[in-house]
């Protein structure tokens, strides 16, 4: 039986329309991604429950906003809400306080600390970096990852001497979407520059590419492989455009063809990294479709994966395990991609 006709006898996929071209091409590639463990994902900063898997329950991953639902870039495609369900912490005692209660009831076991952008895309984090570097003293088992926005080496080793873990950022590929989208004054290679200023640290590296960030067309995201590709950074997280973050008819939801279509590209041309589908995309039967594409086209990992992901790692013969933690943050673990002992979301955060 072919993977199409696979596809159609998996319930939750009943109704979904997939490109018959694309799903054959998945498959003749399929031979490469056969040992990849597939990681679904399952962070706490959101409420998630599929008919497949369940949510951990406990806040043992949550995210902070140093800006709480402030910023000053103001994205066409985020205008801050994403950052509204953040845990607000605009001093750095605020961050010091919840983090060291939530260790103590919930059992943390890392953080994301993010927060908007200045008009340079630039998020200034500095007076939190003793804070930072105190609970990691205090809590060495947690794992803190920081939405670094453009930055420069001194920037990047701000972040490092701190005790930063994960740094994730995103990779904008066309001069056109950082004009328009984000209303930003910066050539492309800023956000090389800031990938290679990132590179010279220890810190795991999490660029995060979304895909239709040009208004839902594709435009710089092949661009944006390619500056991957000139970089050791270990690991790419995927990420869909949302337009419902944005003004009503301002964005189109990006054909799943294509996004499964950059899926499979990003495989071709990343073989030896972990490329992991994050926490954003479209609801609905469009991610049910986008994750079964994901999973096709071999991908290391999905958050939040929708209903009949697990079945189509099934139909691929690809083993999976959950991780309760940010798609990120596990990566440090990435080299156990084969390991069955496995088992079991921009500058800002676009
Ligand atoms: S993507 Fe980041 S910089 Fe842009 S509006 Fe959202 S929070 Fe602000």
Redesign the pocket.
């Known amino acids: 039986m072919t993977w199409l006709e696979s596809l159609q006898e998996i319930e939750e996929l009943e109704d979904a329309e997939f490109d018959a071209g694309l799903v054959a091409e998945m498959e003749r590639a399929a031979a490469q991604n056969q040992d990849r463990m597939v990681r679904f994902s399952t962070p706490t900063f959101k409420e998630y429950e599929s008919s497949e898997l369940q949510s951990c329950g406990k806040n043992s991953f949550p995210a902070f906003s140093i800006t709480a639902a402030g910023?000053?870039?103001?994205?066409d495609?985020?205008?801050?809400?994403?950052?509204e369900p953040m845990i607000p912490a605009i001093k750095p005692e605020m961050l010091d306080r919840k983090v060291r209660e939530l260790v103590e009831t919930e059992d943390l076991q890392g953080f994301l600390l993010?927060?908007?952008?200045n008009r340079r895309?630039e998020i200034r984090y500095t007076r939190f970096y003793p804070v930072v570097e105190q609970l990691k003293r205090d809590f060495p088992h947690l794992r803190i990852a920081i939405?670094t926005?453009l930055t420069d080496e001194k920037g990047a080793k701000e972040m490092e001497a701190a005790g930063v873990d994960v740094a994730m950022l995103?990779i904008i590929g066309a001069e056109e979407t950082i004009r328009e989208v984000?209303h930003l004054d910066r050539p492309v290679e800023d956000f090389e520059a800031t990938v290679e200023a990132l590179c010279a640290t220890s810190m795991q590296i999490s660029p995060h590419i979304v895909i239709g960030l040009h208004y839902g067309r594709i435009l710089g995201e092949e661009n944006a492989l390619d500056i991957l590709s000139r970089h050791d950074t270990k690991a790419l997280v995927l990420v869909v455009i949302m337009p419902f973050?944005a003004r009503p008819g301002t964005f189109a939801t990006p054909d799943t063809r294509d996004v499964g279509r950059i899926f499979l590209e990003a495989r071709r041309r990343l073989p030896d990294r972990q490329v992991l589908l994050g926490c954003a995309r479209p609801p609905g039967m469009h991610k049910r479709v986008t994750d079964a594409y994901a999973v096709m086209a071999g991908l290391d990992g999905i958050a939040f994966p929708a209903d009949g992901a697990v079945a189509v790692a099934g139909l691929t013969g690809r083993p999976f395990h959950q991780a309760h933690a940010c798609c990120s943050i596990k990566l440090g673990e990435s080299s156990a991609i084969n390991s069955i002992a496995m088992l079991k979301n921009?500058?800002?955060?676009?």
């Open positions: 910023c000053a870039l103001m994205c495609h985020c205008e801050a809400r994403i950052l993010s927060g908007g952008s895309n939405h926005a995103d984000y973050y921009t500058s800002c955060a676009a």
